[in-house]
């Protein structure tokens, strides 16, 4: 969202054939997936992701301010900003929620009601045991690629849905977009709480602002 320009295609890759015709053939599976465990009786753990709205009025607030109204690459920021009656009010913003001191950047995003804490891991899970975890995104439209530490982890829904078939195999991140998604995860190393694993939305801007839990193991 950071990166303008806003209203034309933004290289990223230049992919050029070099004409040289393969050789050997690809295996008709790449990866032999060991069936998923019964799911009875594991230890469930919800995490709800949320959004202080107000961070994401303040992140294009800056950029309409930098960039002016290419910022919005061709939407009418007039409409999304009174979409929902949320109007900006310069005069009030900072005390809504955030005390005298301003806007609280570090305390706008939360994974079940808190914050990031370095200190202060979330929960233990228990060395070499499944766990299924839960997480919603529902609340807001956003996407966060969410990922944790320490296990590759089989995904059980995505967003809702079943895996699609290049989903199913081991991943370190899911798809949350305003909906839940399930993983099956298993952690077989111990990790103290002075190096506590993490697991946090992938988006810079959502990691930073303390969507981010730590855990022991
Ligand atoms: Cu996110």
Same mark, same amino acid.
């Not at 290289?11 to 054939?17: D, S, T, Y």
């Given at each position: ?41 594991l230890t469930e753990r ?58 609280? &950047? +570090? ?12 200190? @202060? #891991?979330?929960? $233990?899970a228990e060395? *070499?045991k499944f766990e299924r975890w ?11 690629? &969410? +990922? ?12 809702? @849905? #079943?895996?699609? $078939?290049?989903?199913? *195999? ?14 099956l995860v298993k &952690? ?21 602002? *303390? ?7």
């Open positions: 969202m950071a990166v303008a320009p806003f209203d034309k295609a933004v290289p990223v890759l230049h992919i050029q054939p070099i004409g040289i015709p393969g050789s050997g053939t690809l295996p008709d599976t790449l990866a032999k997936m060991p069936a998923l465990p019964s799911l009875d009786g919800k995490l709800q992701l949320s959004m202080d709205p107000m961070l994401d009025m303040m992140g294009m607030q800056a950029l309409m301010k930098k960039y002016g109204n290419q910022a919005m690459g061709g939407m009418d920021h007039g409409d999304m900003m009174g979409h929902g009656g949320m109007k900006m009010d310069h005069g009030n913003m900072g005390h809504m929620q955030h005390g005298e001191g301003g806007f609280d &950047f +570090h305390n706008a995003n939360k994974i079940n009601g808190k914050a990031f804490d370095m200190n @202060q #891991p979330m929960f $233990a060395k *070499g839960v997480i919603s995104g529902e609340g807001d439209m956003m996407l966060h690629p &969410f +990922h944790i530490h320490g296990t590759q982890f089989r995904i059980l829904r995505e967003n809702g @849905q #079943p895996p699609a $078939a290049h989903r199913t *195999g081991w991943k370190d991140t899911v798809r949350v977009e305003g909906g839940v998604s399930e993983v &952690f077989d190393h111990e990790a103290p709480k002075d190096q506590a694993y993490m697991a946090h939305c992938h988006l810079l801007e959502h990691e930073d602002t *303390g969507m981010m839990l730590g855990f022991t193991v």
